[in-house]
């Protein structure tokens, strides 16, 4: 019998509130997530139009089976 893989990932990253418990450091953030969680959601999607740029660089920041998540633009 086939299991379904199953992703474990928060909405977003980059939280003051992590440093010092889950950061140690609030360098390279997402690179350090990226270690213990499978997935992410990308919320200021939702708010701002993000760049290619920005998109391009979390892809070569993570590895290559990592899910990416986008809120839709509100608009």
């Known amino acids: 019998m086939l299991y379904p893989r199953i992703l474990i990932g928060t909405s977003g990253w ?8 889950f ?3 609030d360098r ?6 990226t270690r213990y969680f ?3 959601e990308i919320n200021s999607s939702f708010y ?3 760049s290619e740029k920005f998109y391009k660089g979390l892809s ?7 899910l990416f998540s986008l809120k839709m633009y509100r608009g």
Request: glycine letters at 4%; aromatic letters at 24%.
């Open 14 to 21: 980059d939280y003051d509130d992590w440093l010092d418990i």
């Open 23 to 25: 950061y140690e450091t």
């Open 28 to 33: 390279g953030m997402f690179t350090y997530y």
């Open 38 to 40: 499978s997935t992410v």
């Open 48 to 50: 701002i139009l993000l």
């Open 60 to 66: 070569e920041s993570s590895p290559s089976e990592f």
